[in-house]
């Protein structure tokens, strides 16, 4: 089993739907994710997933600050990332494929992790 | 924290601690930044979902969304201040949310919900505005539900909103639950708007519609609400609850397997809900220190003789007719007259019911009129005036369930539908 992380790429306009949403469609939205996230725990595929806030700052060259945060430097923004493990990137990009965020336009970027044993 | 426990996550979790939430930030932040309240409520219930999405829900996520709104109250309390924008009011209002407990303490909850309900029921609103907003601020609809529910578009919904809030911006509303001779008043304001609520979710044209039932939900969880406060646990809440209970126990065979309405006549008794049932009737021998009865006792009583008959003939109808009476004399309308109409007719005959019809005659614009003279007809033995009357009534309703009842009954009468 190899691992794979899975960057999520949110467009801004998904951060602003969610805004729109009702709170009982918010609590749907949430079972999708939860549901895509369980299933690959229930299958073991699962390492970790964590979700990263809507703030921080970007460091540059010798540590200056350069720019305020995430939303200034495009249009998309990390939203979070997920560890799991695969058989090979086929097998990740298989898994990848239930993900919610494609039904709001999301992407999510599939990347193996670089082996050092 | 798991994502097992996402499906444990209480069933419209989202929905009520919008309400929860909103009330408390009320509390903390004054009516006049009803909106505000609303847009942090909203903020941390998106931060909720970004979170949870991937990190699984946490064990007590009703305290985790608390901390989250209290941290954005403070968050945006200091941005104010900071740009000069904050008023006298809000002075306070930072040590009060700084000093808040780091969790919901029940008593507060209640208190803040109780007194968004005085706000939301405030009598510079119109009664459709004080529904839509209860709706709203306290039971965590959208716009579009509650669109849905009046059977509106959500833009009338949200205009309607909207003034509602400016008005209550403007008008200087309080959070004080009143005392004295304005208590009796602005509670008759609340108890009807409830009553509006109630009735909206339950005299429908899709009564199985998940989202009318949440208005009865509704109603019932707020009138529940008045009867934990000394103030507001009066004889009349408490016949409000018992109108509530009574009818609410009938929803379950108001409609059959394939979602069409039945009418009372036709029900299956046995899927009423008996503890519902004995909740009402625990709740009306509540309401019985009242030093007069009130319209809702009236209606509460006329549920009960319902509730308790075996069958349809055995209905007590005298006493129904009688519990008529006196709500038509304490509140003469039109669409009083004509339910009473059909107990009369129970009572004493299809004859006197027909005649006791002329008291309802502002409604002969309505379908619900025709369709009772038809009925009242039909058990006068005369088909060709039932007949009338029914398609009368089918040319004045839209609503499938009901034209497919009465093409039931004109077929009932011989008529080809």
Same mark, same amino acid.
């Given at each position: 089993?190899?691992?794979?992380?899975?960057?999520?790429?949110?467009?801004?306009?998904?951060?602003?739907?969610?805004?729109?949403?009702?709170?009982?469609?918010?609590?749907?939205?949430?079972?999708?994710?939860?549901?895509?996230?369980?299933?690959?725990?229930?299958?073991?595929?699962?390492?970790?997933?964590?979700?990263?806030?809507?703030?921080?700052?970007?460091?540059?060259?010798?540590?200056?600050?350069?720019?305020?945060?995430?939303?200034?430097?495009?249009?998309?923004?990390?939203?979070?990332?997920?560890?799991?493990?695969?058989?090979?990137?086929?097998?990740?990009?298989?898994?990848?494929?239930?993900?919610?965020?494609?039904?709001?336009?999301?992407?999510?970027?599939?990347?193996?992790?670089?082996?050092?044993? | 924290?798991?994502?097992?426990?996402?499906?444990?996550?209480?069933?419209?979790?989202?929905?009520?601690?919008?309400?929860? #939430?909103?009330?408390?930030? =009320?509390?903390? +932040?004054? /009516? $006049?930044?009803? @909106?505000? *309240?609303?847009?942090?409520?909203? %903020? !941390?219930?998106?931060?909720?979902?970004?979170?949870?999405?991937?990190?699984?829900?946490?064990?007590?996520?009703?305290?985790?969304?608390?901390?989250?709104?209290?941290?954005?109250?403070?968050?945006?309390?200091?941005?104010?201040?900071?740009?000069?924008?904050?008023?006298?009011?809000?002075?306070?209002?930072?040590?009060?949310?700084?000093?808040?407990?780091?969790?919901?303490?029940?008593?507060?909850?209640?208190?803040?919900?109780?007194?968004?309900?005085?706000?939301?029921?405030?009598?510079?609103?119109?009664?459709?505005?004080?529904?839509? #907003?209860?709706?709203?601020? =306290?039971?965590? +609809?959208? /716009? $579009?539900?509650? @669109?849905? *529910?009046?059977?509106?578009?959500? %833009? !009338?919904?949200?205009?309607?909103?909207?003034?509602?809030?400016?008005?209550?911006?403007?008008?200087?509303?309080?959070?004080?639950?009143?005392?004295?001779?304005?208590?009796?008043?602005?509670?008759?304001?609340?108890?009807?708007?409830?009553?509006?609520?109630?009735?909206?979710?339950?005299?429908?044209?899709?009564?199985?519609?998940?989202?009318?039932?949440?208005?009865?939900?509704?109603?019932?969880?707020?009138?529940?609400?008045?009867?934990?406060?000394?103030?507001?646990?009066?004889?009349?809440?408490?016949?409000?609850?018992?109108?509530?209970?009574?009818?609410?126990?009938?929803?379950?065979?108001?409609?059959?397997?394939?979602?069409?309405?039945?009418?009372?006549?036709?029900?299956?008794?046995?899927?009423?809900?008996?503890?519902?049932?004995?909740?009402?009737?625990?709740?009306?021998?509540?309401?019985?220190?009242?030093?007069?009865?009130?319209?809702?006792?009236?209606?509460?009583?006329?549920?009960?003789?319902?509730?308790?008959?075996?069958?349809?003939?055995?209905?007590?109808?005298?006493?129904?007719?009688?519990?008529?009476?006196?709500?038509?004399?304490?509140?003469?309308?039109?669409?009083?007259?004509?339910?009473?109409?059909?107990?009369?007719?129970?009572?004493?005959?299809?004859?006197?019911?027909?005649?006791?019809?002329?008291?309802?005659?502002?409604?002969?614009?309505?379908?619900?009129?025709?369709?009772?003279?038809?009925?009242?007809?039909?058990?006068?033995?005369?088909?060709?005036?039932?007949?009338?009357?029914?398609?009368?009534?089918?040319?004045?309703?839209?609503?499938?369930?009901?034209?497919?009842?009465?093409?039931?009954?004109?077929?009932?009468?011989?008529?080809?539908?």
């Amino acid at each position: 089993m190899d691992k794979f992380m899975l960057l999520y790429h949110n467009a801004a306009v998904t951060e602003e739907a969610y805004w729109d949403l009702s709170p009982e469609a918010m609590q749907a939205e949430l079972a999708k994710w939860n549901t895509w996230i369980g299933g690959l725990a229930a299958q073991g595929r699962l390492v970790s997933a964590e979700a990263l806030q809507p703030r921080g700052k970007v460091l540059r060259r010798r540590g200056e600050l350069g720019t305020d945060g995430p939303f200034t430097e495009g249009k998309e923004v990390v939203g979070g990332f997920l560890l799991l493990q695969a058989a090979d990137l086929d097998e990740a990009i298989r898994l990848a494929q239930g993900c919610p965020a494609f039904d709001n336009n999301g992407a999510v970027e599939v990347r193996p992790l670089v082996k050092f044993d | 924290m798991s994502f097992a426990s996402a499906e444990h996550v209480v069933e419209h979790l989202f929905r009520h601690e919008a309400g929860r #939430l909103h009330a408390l930030l =009320l509390r903390w +932040l004054g /009516v $006049a930044h009803f @909106a505000v *309240a609303e847009d942090l409520v909203q %903020d !941390t219930l998106v931060e909720a979902l970004t979170a949870w999405r991937l990190h699984g829900v946490p064990d007590n996520p009703a305290g985790w969304l608390y901390r989250v709104a209290q941290r954005k109250t403070l968050d945006w309390l200091r941005r104010e201040q900071r740009r000069g924008r904050i008023g006298q009011e809000l002075r306070a209002a930072e040590q009060r949310v700084a000093e808040a407990a780091p969790h919901y303490l029940p008593e507060e909850l209640t208190d803040s919900e109780l007194r968004t309900l005085f706000v939301c029921c405030h009598p510079a609103l119109s009664p459709a505005a004080q529904v839509a #907003l209860c709706l709203k601020t =306290l039971g965590g +609809l959208s /716009v $579009a539900e509650i @669109a849905a *529910a009046f059977l509106t578009s959500p %833009d !009338t919904i949200t205009k309607r909103l909207f003034r509602s809030k400016e008005t209550l911006r403007t008008a200087g509303v309080s959070l004080e639950v009143p005392t004295g001779a304005e208590l009796t008043r602005r509670l008759a304001a609340v108890l009807h708007a409830l009553y509006l609520l109630f009735s909206e979710g339950y005299d429908s044209e899709q009564p199985a519609a998940p989202i009318r039932q949440e208005l009865c939900a509704e109603a019932l969880r707020l009138a529940l609400l008045l009867t934990r406060q000394p103030r507001t646990d009066c004889p009349d809440t408490h016949a409000l609850l018992a109108l509530f209970c009574l009818q609410a126990a009938r929803l379950p065979a108001r409609t059959d397997a394939q979602g069409q309405l039945v009418l009372l006549e036709q029900q299956d008794r046995r899927r009423w809900s008996q503890p519902l049932i004995a909740r009402g009737v625990r709740h009306l021998a509540r309401a019985a220190d009242a030093p007069a009865a009130s319209a809702y006792h009236l209606q509460a009583g006329i549920a009960l003789e319902h509730c308790r008959a075996p069958t349809y003939a055995a209905t007590d109808w005298l006493a129904i007719r009688r519990l008529y009476d006196h709500l038509l004399a304490l509140h003469p309308s039109s669409v009083v007259a004509l339910h009473r109409a059909v107990a009369v007719a129970r009572a004493d005959g299809p004859a006197r019911g027909l005649q006791a019809m002329a008291q309802a005659q502002a409604l002969t614009g309505s379908y619900l009129y025709h369709a009772v003279l038809g009925d009242l007809h039909q058990l006068n033995g005369d088909p060709a005036a039932a007949r009338h009357h029914l398609t009368e009534a089918l040319q004045r309703t839209t609503g499938a369930a009901r034209q497919q009842l009465l093409r039931r009954k004109l077929e009932g009468v011989g008529f080809p539908g």
